[in-house]
């Protein structure tokens, strides 16, 4: 930097710390005073921020307020969140009310003082809850000479019919406000821009709200049915005269929002009209490339629009998701970060302010102050530019702004509270963030320098870094090394093309053929059996050889012969093998995914995840053997050392299903392996393509022969054989039921010349039940049921086949799921949006059809999905909902095994615990509930394997969420956890007197190497 | 303390300092110079202190040096202890040799340099291997003015031939050295003492070489068969004018030499002797009441004798036996208290010096001043007592006390260097201690004042406390707080009354009746089992009742009754009364122990060590269970809370063996309800009283109805129907191969109505070997194979019954083996020094003797026991050894269950190897080497549950020795391990979406509680 600049550089700061001294000063002038409800909010705000705990208790309180339906209610739930002897509250709170003000007050104050203290916190933040007393609002924002943008509260929509409404509601607001727009007297600093009049009314609106599935996987698909439901909007509020800002929300539908727009705005009808705007998110990595393309569009374009600089609202749950999925954080990971790209964005916008019009999204004093010093230097007029705030923050700053003559907007939040209660916890997490600027600014009163200095220069005081998520409180043991593999982000357009290639591909192999691998050889019978895609049956993925009897005598005899040389390598050799072949299937994600696609009609996502799994299980494994044998358990004493060790058992039969037909035979596969065992592989009869895919990847890293045998086969012969077959020691069986029964019956029988028990790993079937609190947020169960019941078609030993609903959300529920089923997208798996493909073949099709007509014997269908022309071919059932079933109806006894879901009423929770765990399963179950108490009883009462609170119920995660259940679900062994190859080999407890001639040594053992 | 005594005391340190300076003025001049043997011994023990690891290491050598025949199992040992890939050496050993030097050296030069340096080092510390070089020695020592006293090298004898030989070696010394000591010229200083002349030739004699049962246990007993022995030597020694002292051991043997000793010198032949002398031990903490007893004991007989003051020899063993029993230590736990008491004793001694002749024996300059100082104020004179020290160190000080006119007697061991490794290690150990004076003076060069301190008024440096033994190296987990109950001790008097007291209350309760227990019920049926006494099959323990199917129908659904509540009653209230009940078994041990002895025939030791496992066991799992609660694995992300966390399952049938009468059912019921289920408890046939006592401590300790019940009966009709019952969840089943595999088989069947598979924790039989290594220490394993083959005449699962031996031991083992078997202690359990007691039932004789005739036609006798006379009555069968006999053989190979052990030859250690996995069980076994290699090898490929190595192989103690085993021996759980309990559970994962709304809480989790 020569001196010249320099010296600019730091007039220019000189001049922002005055403008920003300007600000505060007036904004001194107008805090809220003692008298003022706004100093009591800010008292409440500085009590939840001295406790991390009571903050995040009492903003899930709120959460969930605004569906408690009455007093008893809402006092129980206090009580469950505030219990004082389960969470010490801060000695104020106390103060405050008394001790024991819990159980001494009646139920009834208790439910008027909290909804009145909601209310009066949402009132704070939210304009108004009907068209009126909204209105009102507004005129009060311009009577003290604030323009606004109107935001009607609701983002991801779950039907079509939601979305409708959402979009009606706007038209209606641009109808009327326009209409009474007319009367307003026009504000000359807020109702003209540098060329010409700027409209008055002026709206946000999100485009999750307006489709069920605005989904980037699908770009065309997506852009083409929001695109259908904004037209009308845009052309009506272009016709009115209104204003229109498109929402930026979370960063997964970033690029569609902006192509989106894109598209749109260039659309004849809509290419001159400029009063349209597109918000940047500086938090973003990615923001200032974002605005730079914007600004490239806008020359194609030809015509102004606006663009809102924002800092952006969903840090949270960005960077939890980043962490989550081990991946670099598409957002800054430190507040001063987005404050610098904020700036220099702010720079680049006003020496741009001729082409499109900026506005400057924030609180911060320093943010504001160097958007007004750059506007000055540049030359910016000031009706060229806007500062925007949200409603009921920082207020103080917003007289400030509009005694210092800038434009300023406010964001009016509008509609119910329970649609916006994310809304509202966004901003009251702004609001008391340690982070967040008014925070600091105000509540911490930190001197006026601090808070004005550049944000490229300042050292941060303690950075959020991703670091303090990895809090892994009193686990017993520390966190291992294990990172979870992460799926593929179809938002990304060169991955659609990777997978749409892949699939290409695919297509391309049909008619290859696949023989039987026995000891490293190729084995080709005269027995072929066609693989074929279950979307469309006509074509066959593959020819698949059939082992016959003697085959799979010679793949144990050859398991036999590998397993000592196998046993005898190093476990650190053996687990590298496996972190190979973990390597390859990454690097043939899109293959495997592809091939599952269209060989057992998997959609994308699934498929895609399946291969993550898979992944996850071969490099977890090969972590766990490891670990295992470097770190026994000692119980070392004077003169004895004790260590607890594992060795393999032998020969391993794994026996897969066409589920998970990467991910569970890679879980048994490699835990066999990493154990040391040896394996005779027999895939499912329907996913026998994809599993001579691993075979060949195993054959590629040098996988020694006969260490893994594959094969394919008539599972009538070739499991009952390899059950009874004297010289397998595990039988690894995922499956059916019926058909695990049989392996457990059959392979406790120890057959003359047998020197051991069989070792049997069984996973049978679930009947998984989810549970609809009566506090539940019904938008998020919806999604999560819509998922766990008809993804894959519910064909996962997982899915949802019982939806237990409280009475008193039962009417509810039925309405959103019924709307949200009839949207639901079923088609061809191939189909990126498809979550609902076919079944796996016709006798499937047929016995799904069959417990549908059981169905609907017994019960009432609530809704039916209905197929669409594509599905014709293919062994397509459409889901199905029956409401108010029985729990002892079959449908809600017996494993369904596809898109059929019960609805069954409880009246409480008690019987919906109950109802849930009278099967004969226990598999998975799932819980939407927001109340503290019930979430600890399903904890500790609700039968299943895996429990799932607010969320869906399949979708496991290696290591994080150890997958099996019990009752007929299974052995109870736990796929994916530390002790899952334990079930592979024999503990041995190695004792060593060391005591020689009176001689403790002293010297630390090593471990047997 | 008046102001006299203190100047008193000031003046005695004063003369106690002046003593020490002399001596070390003295002692300076006679230090060994380089061009001395002694010089260059000196710089190796100096590289030893450097490294623990390498001080380890080249004792272990050291100690199983003699034991190698040939050069080149000499350079292999070398290798494996000091291969410096796997121990890193000091750079002076390197820079010794150079680098590389055991790989490049031939063998030969290795083997010959390797016992060329150990008979150097034991050429030290041992006066000679015959008797010419011992004379010899013996002859320059007095030369010098020095007088000796003669150890033969040898304890711990294992048969009374070896005994004789012990014995008849002391006798010919004795023969020939009076009859040498008549040319010897009198040197007055040491042969003559203040009453007249002192023998020239002294002996020391260790009882633990005079007879293979000296055991505290049965008293009278061994000082009888010890006396025996010892009486001709006696006659021989005061006849020759000899003089005997009787060493001291470690502390298990204590009382029993004070006691011998004591009665044996109140004989009328030897009541007048006064040459005869007794060892008093510093290090205990009782030492200076076994002091008072001494000299009141001289009081009554009223003749003089010697004692002899040492600090004692066998810190290390005391002090690992009191951590591992998690006891209080009988020696002082800091060198500086032995020393104390030391200094405190030699006051007394001197005091009472015209009673007895005290010996001082120390290399501690310190302690002989102050003898000498102490001598000299209380004018005792000089020939009135005398100082000892060991043959071979500290020779500067022997020389230094010669100079001073004192009179020294040199303690000289005599023989070969193989049964005296135990005395060379502990005289090494001694030599390099950080501990050790020795060592502190010349080694390190502390200043002489700091040397000469008083031990009374010194704070340690580094306390020799037991806590350095506590060192968990890498294990996974901390050390819990888990604690073994410790055995009853039978060295304590009060303890063997107690338990005589116990067995008479027994014998009272005979014709006492036990009913069912059913849902807190007695039920009394018709049928009734006479439980008999084995050892004396007329005598009737108790009457128990015998269930019919209907009990067990009405014991399931009683159980199944209990199960809600129990399951909910909290984990910390479950764990609470089971420590009561193993509070109330302590309590009444004695009487539970005195039960088994006379119900099911187990020696003393074995029926208290029963109960002290039954007592760990329901401590353990009150713990374990308390841990599995409190602290579930948690792995908590951002914004997902996952925990793994387990439930009981509901009813488990608990079927239990008679070997463990109490521990293995304690095992079972202890951990089914400690995981929250309720137990049908069905006991072994032959133990049902042992068993009946056990519920009714449950009762007592407020155990709710139903949650046991207590079904005896016979097997064939209750295990049936309990393994069939659909409404068992859990059949916990220890016993035969044969049953168990049918538990197994029925067990699988998923019958009608039942909603879950069943878990089976079946532990079955064993064929257990034991394997002796060519470089074994056959002494340590004769003891060792006797004990595991024999004990509880070998109706342990765990019991050896394969011995295999290496060929180039195999005929020395025979030997030893042989000699031990005659002798091994056979009786009615009920006497206390009883090994092999009778078998359970006349079956059980009768299928042994089967065994025992299919033996004879196979192989042949090595040893056949004979029966004593009060065997006639019980089931009893005399333990016999084949030899010889083919790995194949029957015997070899199917479960005998009695005291028969096969001895197998194998060429080398891979035959030894694949004989012993080479058969149908894997539960114990063990092996005697101490090749490193081996014992590594065994560790990887021995395949049993428990492999003990250098130890016997029966006495697992709960959490350091879970226990188990794999092929037909059973289902791979290991009992007395942290996962024991979660056989018993379902394990759930429960995961939560903790986000709402965006947030992502930040509070630690609380988990369920």
Redesign the interface.
Known sequence: MNNRRRQSAANFESRVREIGMEIFEHAEDARPQVWQKAWWLDRVMGLLDRD??LR??A??FV?CLPTLSSNAAIACHLAEYFDPE?YSLPRAVHALFGTGWLRRWREDVVGRTARFGARQMAGRFITGYDMPSSIQMIERLRSQGMAFTLDVLGESTTSRQRAEVYAGIYMELVDRLTRMAREWPVIRLIDEERIGPMPRVQISVKLTGMDPHFDAIDPERSIHNVADRLRPLLRRARDRGAYVTIDMESSKHRELTFELFGRLMMEPEFREWDHIAIVVQAYLQEAENDLHRLLEWRGKRGSRFGIRLVKG??W??E??AA??QYAKPLVWTEKRQSDACFERMTRTLLENADLVRPAFASHNVRSLAVAIAWAERLGVPRNAYEVQMLYGMGDPLKAAMVRMGQCLRVYCPYGDLMPG??Y???RL?ENSSNEGFLKQSFGLRASHDRLLADPAVVKPASAASPA??Y???????P?GEFKNAGNTSFTSAENRKKMLGAIQYVHGERGRTYPLIVNGQSVSTKSWFESVNPSDPEEVIGQVAQARVVDVDAAVTAARAAYLPWRMTRAIDRAQLLRKVADRLEMRRFELAATMILEVGKPWREADADVTEAVDHWRYYAEQIERIES??????????D????Y?P?GVCAVISPYAFPLAILSGMTSAALAAGNTVVMKPARHAGVTAAKLVEILHDVGMPAGTVNFIPGPGATVVQYLIEHGDVNILAFTGSHEVG?GV??A????RPGQ???K?MI?EMGGQNAIIIDDDA?LNGAVQAVIESAFAFAGQKCSSCSRLIVLDEVYEAMETRLKEAVECVPIGPADQPSTLVGPLIDEEARRRVQDYVEVGRETSTVLVEARLPAECEKGYFVPPIVFGDVRPDARIAQEEVFGPVLSMIRAADFDEALDIANN??Y?LTGGLFS?SPAH??RA??EF?????????KITG?QV??????G???S???V?AG???YL?HFM?????????????????????T??
Chains 1, 2 share one sequence.
């Open positions: 991390e705990r995040t208790r903003f899930q959460d389960r609202a969903y949270d749950a960077m939890a962490v989550r209660m994310g509202l916890i966004r997490l303090r998520f809090q892994n409180s009193d686990a017993e043991e966190m770190r026994p358990r000692l119980r070392n004493l004077p003169g004895e004790n260590m607890l060790t060795s058992k029964a457990i019956r392979g406790a029988i120890v020197a051991f028990i070792k069984v947020d099967t004969r226990a927001r979430i600890d904890k500790r039968a299943v394997g895996n429990l799932y609170v607010n969320r496991s290591d994080a969420q150890p997958f099996g019990f009752r007929l299974g052995t109870g736990k956890s530390p002790d334990l024999d503990a041995r407890c190695i004792t060593e007197n060391t005591l020689r001639s009176g001689l403790v040594p002293r010297e630390e053992k090593s047997v190497s």
